[in-house]
């Protein structure tokens, strides 16, 4: 039986390349000083062999795994898949790799959240779902980086957190709808432990209380497409008929457009007012011109990425980062006069 080959090590690269072993390690750590001359030098002998490095035996060393942690709830919302897209792209320039959990509405994501932590992440971040307090004192005593994305930190203290400034979203589009001169409005929103949604309804509820009037009809959406369109065909059939209604979310916001359309019969814009919240790409296609709240997914990220990858020592200091976004105003929310 022909005897086995062992995988090539640094030292054969540096022996082959002519230079240190220390040299091939700073060749292939990014960031690391070496001189471009022996940086292709020990890149072309790794290739000759056959040398990949050892990512596991180096995170041994340095302490660092190179892993981020994410946890996903509510993985078919499209505003948080655009955001795991981007925060892929920017990591993988750091030549950080994310190892991914998705939990769907009203799912536990401690369960998740436990598998993570054995691989020995470097960094946790939650997309869009809280994290229990046995598991923050967990987190806090192994001194893990926890980063809340798309909701605040009021309820994990000691965490950081990137979120859009959702009240002040509420806000402008209530003051939009009632610019546009709609009066008997509704909303659509999720159940009480959805914070960003009780944040985007206070906003609302706010600027229409300084208004002099705070009420308005309301029921609860969560993602599910099939839950939205129940939302909406329950405020449609009320009596007197609401002239507006704002979503929580861009993906409720369409279901609840064509409920207007296509069961009551109703011209989005002129007729019955509705507004989202994320501008997704969809919002701005011919067939829907929604008016919405942005998201503005880039500078979200940017922040997100800077805290994952600024040095261990600056991780544990938590902050509450929130983002404004832009009003797109659009024909789902413009009245003729009449």
Request: charged share 20%; aromatic share 8%; glycine share 8%.
């Amino acid at each position: 039986m022909a005897k086995q080959l062992s995988n090539p090590s640094a030292h054969d690269v540096a022996r082959l390349a002519g230079v240190s072993q220390a040299a091939v390690s700073r060749a292939f750590t990014p960031g690391a000083s070496v001189a471009k001359a022996t940086r292709e030098k020990v890149l072309q002998a790794a290739r000759e062999l056959g040398y990949r490095p050892n990512l596991l035996a180096r995170s041994l060393i340095k302490g660092e795994s190179g892993i981020i942690g994410l946890v996903m709830g509510y993985p078919r919302s499209i505003f948080l898949m655009s955001a795991l897209y981007a925060l892929s792209a920017r990591l993988s320039q750091a030549q950080k790799h994310i190892l991914i959990y998705t939990v769907e509405g009203g799912q536990a994501a401690d369960p998740h959240i436990e598998g993570l932590l054995q691989y020995r992440v470097d960094a946790l971040l939650l997309m869009g779902i809280g994290i229990s307090s046995k598991l923050s004192a967990h987190c806090r005593a192994k001194g893990v980086p926890v980063i809340l994305f798309n909701l605040r930190s009021g309820e994990t203290q000691g965490f950081a957190s990137v979120t859009v400034n959702n009240r002040e979203g509420g806000r402008q589009i209530a003051e939009h709808l009632i610019a546009q001169g709609y009066r008997r409005l509704g909303f659509i929103g999720a159940p009480e432990i959805y914070r960003t949604s009780r944040e985007r309804e206070a906003g609302f509820k706010e600027y229409l209380a300084k208004r002099g009037s705070a009420r308005f009809e309301r029921e609860d959406g969560c993602y599910d497409r099939e839950d939205a369109i129940l939302a909406a065909r329950r405020l449609l059939s009320r009596k007197p008929r609401l002239d507006a209604i704002f979503c929580w979310n861009d993906h409720m916001a369409l279901a609840c457009m064509e409920v207007a359309r296509y069961e009551f019969g109703l011209e989005v814009g002129p007729e019955l007012g509705v507004a989202g919240f994320g501008d997704i790409d969809q919002a701005s296609w011919p067939s829907f011109q929604l008016t919405s709240y942005s998201q503005p997914v880039d500078a979200l990220i940017q922040k997100v990425a800077s805290l994952i990858l600024q040095p261990p020592h600056m991780q544990k200091s938590a902050g509450q980062f929130m983002i404004d976004g832009e009003l797109k105003r659009r024909a789902s929310t413009h009245r003729i006069a009449t």
